[in-house]
């Protein structure tokens, strides 16, 4: 499972500390005009890169080797058959596999998307209005960061079954949409990076709640947003539990449960390893792209962060 | 800043909207589960997790347009039983028609998770099949819980090649393959004969069905549990004394590491059933032509005996609202010739269906055409499989056996082999209790 650790520092532990040091570019530059970093570190760090690295490298080396050669040749040495690999995979029941990967960019953009507005509206709420209850809902939201989302896998399972709506995309997509984690940053972030003094002036000058929200706070809000919504992407991109139980369907399969049942095919089948690899290759390409194409909203953050005072 | 009503109520109302928008969309999108009663053809959904399988129900979709079979893949075994017991328990999600294990069957019928189709298969469905496999079925009782598909009774395959360099004839007895066990790992200590794998309760409830063990018995209404018999023991403590010498593996099946070993030819000999061919052929296809299939060595040469490793019946779910047309289409699949040879054809299983299978199995699979009679000496193996019981909670037996055999394999001594058959006995007839099951010991 890919895993963000990034991001974090980046939005609001800067936007809090900086006011009182001085500015991010001055801080880096200190840094850098200090003693060289320590070789132990380096050495650690290398390490570090080394076992994090090393699997990935492994994927893309197996997925280059035929069925036979998998096996039978030496782990890092590189094959031909990739083209044959992604072919036999788009082969595989009528190209299925391109449907689980137009399902997991359904599931993960459209549940991304709802949640982070969902944590946008709740986080915005949480940090600009005052409301009976207002810090039990929070300490429940609190709580449920801490609640691994595979225990609640079952009794979603449960409730949804009573609606009739498991093995259908809403099954996965509507669990998907509350993220604690997701409203938990964008409150703290809103209490951050919106002022209230901007809402006030909104609400002097005519704005309705929903005015206000959408076109003053939210501008505001973005580079937070950003963070919630790659992090709710990653995290149902790589779900298992949830859409494995909830799914009967094939056809509506995301990416990892597809390729699950590729492996577990029953002891009287081989596991289709050589598919699996090839897929895991294709699956996390997407992923990769995501990363790069938003990575300058994070860089935009710390310009933020560093600007206010 | 406090919440104007205004904004109180919009919000209210904004969260019904997306509930009320989210319920009716769902219903556009299920679409599986409601197949039409009054008018149409009725829709009957297929849980199942035989390769393949698609382009069988493909036949039989072009031939009864008034009841259309539609084919969910699902993973291998015990997930797809697990996710079952589930949808049942939930009352809903549930498909109509499910590929259900042999040793599943009780279990599955414990939790009503079954039709019984006593009333809607035809007389002559019996007929069709081996009285141990029809027992597997009907659980000795008069109702039928499903139709069999296909079974797998157990050989022994091995590396002709090897044998041959090694100068080592097919052992006909357990004593001669620990001797060729022994003849193997000598030549080359990084090769074995076989594995003892704690990942594969069924190949061992196999190896046990073989001596003439039967995990469980049913005394009138009572369920008893027999793991520990002299003859799993036996077995356990024969295997036991192979791993402790070093002579047999301790390796699990089904990884890589076997897989790397079935290529490279460490991995000499496997203790297998009937789809073997398949498997070896997917993970191994480089050595096609080197391997040949033998009857499994005995503990009584005189009286030749085999167990069964896998096999499975087609069910109709108690949540099926269709189970007539159900059992209609179970029996079209598993006994139709047409359909049969379709599934030898499209699937490559074994069918348990007697007279179709003997009719559509002629020519060895490909991985094996250097064993012209590969059918003939299945077919008299499948005759010498012993009988066997399963019982409600082999899921638990099953997973007792991964617990305490991984412990043993790791402590590599015959001793610790047979207290693992002790505890998987004490575990699962304590869970029979637990469970409320009438026990009788």
């Known amino acids: ?309 | 800043m406090r919440l104007t009503t205004g904004t109180r109520i919009a919000a209210l109302a904004a969260a019904t909207a997306l509930l009320a928008s989210a319920c009716s969309g769902g219903g556009d999108d299920a679409g599986s589960d409601d197949g039409g009663s009054a008018a149409g053809p009725v829709e009957l959904t297929f849980w199942t997790w035989t390769p393949n399988m698609e382009k069988v129900v493909d036949l039989w979709n072009s031939e009864h347009p008034d009841i259309t079979v539609t084919v969910n893949k699902q993973d291998g075994g015990d997930p797809a039983i697990t996710k079952l017991l589930t949808a049942i328990k939930a009352g809903s999600g549930a498909p109509d028609i499910m590929q259900a294990e042999y040793q599943k069957i009780p279990q599955l019928v414990s939790s009503d998770a079954l039709a019984d189709l006593a009333g809607s298969l035809g007389d002559d469905v019996a007929g069709q099949f081996t009285d141990g496999v029809w027992d597997a079925v009907t659980l000795g009782s008069d109702a039928v819980y499903a139709v069999p598909q296909d079974s797998g009774p157990m050989q022994f395959y091995y590396r002709a090649d090897i044998f041959e360099k090694l100068g080592i004839d097919v052992p006909t007895t357990w004593d001669e393959y620990a001797d060729a066990a022994r003849k193997v790992h000598e030549a080359d200590p990084k090769a074995y004969l076989g594995t003892f794998s704690a990942n594969d309760a069924g190949w061992f409830s196999g190896i046990t069905q073989q001596a003439g063990a039967s995990w469980y018995g049913i005394d009138g209404d009572a369920w008893s549990v027999d793991i520990d018999s002299e003859a799993t023991t036996k077995v356990a403590e024969y295997w036991g004394g192979l791993v402790e010498e070093g002579v047999i593996d301790n390796k699990p099946m089904y990884t890589p590491e076997w897989n790397a070993g079935l290529n490279d030819g460490t991995q000499v000999g496997w203790l297998s059933a009937i789809w073997a061919p398949g498997v070896l052929a997917g993970n191994a296809a480089d050595t096609a032509g080197k391997w040949e299939m033998a009857p499994m060595p005995q503990w009584d040469a005189d009286a030749p005996a085999t167990g069964a490793w896998g096999g499975s019946a087609t069910a109709v779910t108690s949540q099926s609202e269709h189970p007539e047309q159900a059992a209609e289409f179970i029996t079209w699949l598993n006994t139709d010739p047409e359909a049969v040879q379709a599934l030898v054809d499209e699937t490559g299983i074994y069918p348990a269906d007697v007279p179709a299978s003997t009719e559509a199995l002629t020519d060895p699979p490909e991985f094996f055409s250097n064993q012209p009679d590969f059918y003939e000496v299945a077919a008299q193996t499948a005759q010498t499989v012993q009988p066997f019981t399963y019982g409600p909670n082999i899921n638990v037996a099953y997973s007792a056996y991964n617990d305490e055999f991984a412990k043993a394999t790791k402590a590599k001594t015959a001793d610790a082999f047979v207290d693992a058959v002790d505890a998987m006995q004490q575990i699962t007839l304590d869970d029979l209790k637990n469970q409320g099951f009438n026990v009788s010991e």
């Open chain 1, 1 to 309: 499972m890919t895993t963000l650790t990034s991001p974090l520092p980046a939005d609001v532990p800067a936007a809090r500390v900086d006011a009182r040091r001085p500015a991010g570019r001055a801080r880096r530059h200190w840094r850098g005009a200090g003693e060289r970093p320590s070789p132990v570190a380096t050495a650690v760090l290398l390490l570090g890169a080394l076992y994090c690295l090393l699997p990935v490298v492994w994927v893309v080396v197996a997925s280059t080797k035929s069925g036979a050669e998998l096996f039978a040749s030496f782990t890092f040495a590189p094959s031909t058959h990739l083209a044959d690999n992604v072919a036999d995979l788009s082969a595989y029941r009528d190209g299925l596999f391109w449907r689980w990967m137009v399902n997991t960019a359904l599931y993960a953009g459209v549940g991304a998307i709802l949640s982070t507005l969902v944590s946008a509206m709740a986080g915005y709420g949480l940090a600009k209005y005052t409301f009976a209850g207002k810090n039990a809902v929070f300490n429940v939201l609190l709580a449920g960061v801490l609640v691994p989302a595979v225990v609640l896998a079952i009794p979603q399972y449960l409730l949804l079954a009573e609606l009739d709506l498991t093995n259908t995309y809403w099954s996965v997509l509507l669990p998907s949409i509350i993220s604690p984690y997701g409203i938990y940053l964008a409150r703290i972030y809103a209490a951050a990076a919106v002022p209230d003094e901007v809402v006030e002036a909104a609400r002097t000058d005519g704005a309705s709640e929903t005015r206000t929200f959408f076109q003053v706070a939210v501008p505001m809000l973005v580079p937070g947003l950003v963070t919630v919504f790659l992090f709710q992407f990653v995290a149902i991109w790589n779900n298992f539990m949830l859409p494995y139980i909830m799914l009967g369907d094939d056809k509506l399969f995301p990416i990892t449960v597809g390729l699950s049942g590729l492996l577990n095919q029953g002891a009287s089948q081989p596991a289709m390893y050589t598919l699996v690899i090839t897929g895991a290759l294709l699956s996390i390409l997407p992923l990769v792209a995501l990363f790069f194409v938003l990575q300058r909203f994070w860089q935009v953050d710390l310009a933020a962060g560093a600007v206010k005072s």
